[in-house]
């Protein structure tokens, strides 16, 4: 057992999550940079988030917060917003953000998907962009229950991710064009390098697997939305 960063005791076993947060979210430079070379469109989903009922009661948590585009956004427009992030130095760049707009309704926390340990009342929503893909398949399904148990009954689960939408077969054919769509440099695009290090380094998976994994773990698939290339997935996943 070692203690984890809310101070609970973690059991030798379970995934070291700052391990597997990927090279890049743990580099001050790719940090620095990262809301030149990514727009999360948080404004367009925190507006999809209140035609699914998102208001000024709301408990939102978010996982994998990076640098708070999102929770940034999603603060005027809820009771509380509790940023979930493993990595110390995305959650300096949220803090600092908060600071500044002197947000009084954001709780930034260290910890994962695996770790996390919710306090007060249940979330109405969880959102996350881009960071379940750091779990391999066992413990997606593992975080998939805890938010399950985070959310209150009927409660969303806002899903978007790089969740590959075709067959083993075409891995070739998709992966490659994807990885040749990247650019050359680092500083305001993703480059073909850090595609690639995706594939290889961290743990995507299939819509067919993901989606099973969802419903078994007591989500229904309200809304389903794949990118052209297959490489991307947007889901509604609503609390049974």
């Excluded at 960063?5 to 979210?25: F, H, I, K, T, Y």
């Excluded at 929503?125 to 398949?137: E, I, M, N, Q």
Aim: charged share 25%.
């Amino acid at each position: 057992m070692s203690a984890g960063s809310q101070g609970e005791l973690v059991p030798g076993w379970l995934l070291n999550e700052a391990d597997a947060a990927g090279r890049e979210n743990l580099d001050p430079g790719h940090v620095a940079r990262y809301d030149l070379k990514e727009d999360a469109r948080a404004e367009e989903e925190v507006e999809l988030c209140e035609s699914l009922g998102l208001g000024p009661l709301s408990t939102v948590v978010e996982f994998g917060s990076g640098t708070g585009q999102f929770t940034i956004a999603v603060a005027p427009k809820c009771k509380r917003i509790v940023a979930v992030d493993v990595s110390p130095l995305m959650l300096d760049r949220l803090r600092s953000k908060v600071a500044n707009g002197a947000i009084a309704n954001v709780v930034p926390v260290q910890a994962g998907f695996l770790t996390y340990r919710h306090e007060g009342d249940p979330a109405d929503f969880v959102y996350s962009r881009y960071a379940l893909h750091h779990l391999p398949d066992f413990w997606k399904a593992v975080a998939l229950d805890r938010i399950h148990g985070i959310l209150r009954p009927s409660g969303v689960f806002r899903l978007w991710d790089v969740v590959f939408n075709f067959d083993p077969a075409d891995v070739a054919e998709r992966i490659g064009s994807w990885c040749s769509s990247g650019g050359s440099t680092i500083e305001e695009e993703w480059s073909r390098a850090e595609l690639e290090e995706h594939v290889r380094d961290e743990h995507s998976t299939f819509t067919w697997v993901l989606e099973p994994m969802a419903q078994r773990c007591g989500f229904d698939v309200e809304a389903a939305e794949f990118s052209d290339d297959g490489i991307s997935a947007k889901y509604v996943l609503r609390r049974k």
